[in-house]
């Protein structure tokens, strides 16, 4: 029998629930906490832990809010559950035509506050959400078949209208991967992989989304696409949900009373005994069966069999891409070594032809000085040669390359060279050059061929 845990504060579980737990009976059991001071009651049934929230002997806990504590429907959501999913939706049928949304919302009071209610008039049925898949589990298997102004309801979960199946799913695909890989379509409401008994993935899974176009957008981007979800490249396939009851069946008040049930309800169930017209159609129906078994198997066998070849062929496709790319990097790296070696080179050559350059333009311009000097040079000595020219008097370096060898002659009269080097600087009647003859009077007067010597020795 299922159970409901729920914890109770300590120091109120007298208070509150004193004559509620003296009225239940054997149907719970108690346990402490010592290390939270809380109270743990074990109650045979969900419904029975409604009942004890919702009915009028927990008025004392409203009376204890000064000491911090609320009983409220939260406490059957699961830790980490979202609140008014699609998985919360009722579907309620069979209601009274003159049912109105007051009288539909307090059908469902006692179990919290609803976040959608619906209602077809017309057609008699309607659609309410609440808080959490467990108060809609309470709900369901209270108001199932309960009478309603001469109506016996129908209480199912509504159809999960935006919710897909996922299978290839990879051994290392969680609940949170799923959900986040999803949520980029639409806010996701609920994601799950489906395991085995042993907790062991079974390749496939379940997403339900908050909204129809964010579950056709998934569905449609990912049968045109291709989506991964882990770094192996196993797409995973997507396709709608198959929704099957498999907790209310088909009940015999549903069954349709026409005259094939009549029919099919005449004989009750028994054994076919061998040698009869059923025992060999009977055989001929588990033959077919058999036959379809074990194409089925064959199948599975030959898509395990195509599934593990691929997988092999996969990895070492794997192996021999990452070493593609291996290579293709090194090439990379070694062009672009290449490239830069060519640039460096060239940067060197730029290097050496500009220094070839400055040098060169260093040498023509010491060229230029050197032949900008050398005709300075010779500027000013033919200006000396035209001032000496016009003073009647010759070059002192001239003169004593010219009268070197009357200089060696005359080495036994000093008096004689002295007077040949330096000329009296006379008058206007002194004789110039008196060993030199044919060279005539000069016409400047005696001052101002002095002026003329001391500008002459200036230049020099």
Request: glycine residues 8%; hydrophobic residues 35%.
């Amino acid at each position: 029998m299922p159970v409901c845990d729920f914890f109770i504060v300590e120091e109120l579980l007298h208070v509150s629930f004193h004559l509620t737990l003296d009225a239940m009976g054997p149907q719970f059991n108690g346990k402490e906490t010592k290390t939270t001071g809380d109270f743990v009651l074990q109650l045979s049934s969900a419904c029975t832990a409604v009942e004890i929230l919702t009915s009028s002997t927990c008025t004392a806990i409203e009376d204890s809010q000064k000491k911090g504590f609320k009983a409220n429907l939260a406490l059957l959501r699961r830790p980490g559950e979202k609140t008014y999913t699609q998985r919360c939706r009722l579907f309620v049928g069979n209601l009274p035509a003159d049912i109105t949304d007051d009288d539909f919302k307090r059908l469902f009071a006692k179990y919290g506050e609803p976040g959608e209610v619906f209602i077809n008039k017309g057609k008699g049925f309607g659609f309410i959400k609440l808080e959490s898949r467990a108060l809609a589990e309470i709900a369901k298997a209270e108001l199932d078949d309960t009478p309603m102004r001469g109506r016996q309801l129908r209480v199912r979960f509504a159809t999960h209208a935006a919710a897909l199946s996922v299978r290839n799913l990879s051994p290392y695909v969680s609940n949170e991967l799923l959900e986040e890989a999803f949520s980029q379509f639409g806010p996701v409401e609920r994601a799950v992989v489906i395991v085995d008994d042993r907790g062991r993935s079974t390749g496939k899974g379940i997403v339900e989304f908050a909204s129809k176009p964010a579950a056709r957008k998934a569905f449609e981007r990912c049968t045109e696409g291709v989506f991964l979800l882990t770094t192996t490249p196993r797409p995973v396939i997507v396709e709608p949900l198959e929704q099957l009851d498999d907790e209310d069946g088909l009940p015999e008040k549903l069954a349709q009373k026409n005259p094939l049930y009549q029919k099919e309800r005449e004989t009750p169930p028994r054994f076919a005994q061998p040698g009869t017209f059923e025992f060999e159609y009977s055989q001929r129906w588990k033959s077919l069966d058999e036959m379809e078994k074990q194409q089925r198997d064959q199948v599975e066998k030959n898509m395990k069999d195509a599934k593990d070849k691929l997988e092999s062929e996969m990895e070492d496709a794997y192996h021999e891409h990452q070493a593609n790319l291996l290579r293709q990097d090194l090439m990379r790296r070694q062009e672009e070594l290449r490239r830069m070696e060519e640039l460096h080179n060239q940067e060197m050559q730029k290097r050496k032809e500009m220094q070839l350059r400055q040098e060169e333009e260093r040498r023509r311009r010491e060229e230029e000085m050197m032949i900008r000097q050398r005709e300075m040079e010779e500027q000013m000595r033919r200006q000396r040669e035209e001032n000496y020219s016009r003073m009647g008097y010759m070059d002192p370096r001239e003169r004593d390359m010219r009268m070197g060898g009357a200089t060696t002659m005359n080495m036994g009269d000093p008096y004689a060279s002295a007077a040949q080097k330096f000329p009296p600087l006379g008058g206007g009647g002194g004789i110039g050059y008196e060993a030199s003859p044919g060279v005539g009077q000069p016409a400047m007067s005696g001052s101002m061929m002095g002026n003329d010597m001391v500008k002459m020795l200036q230049v020099e």
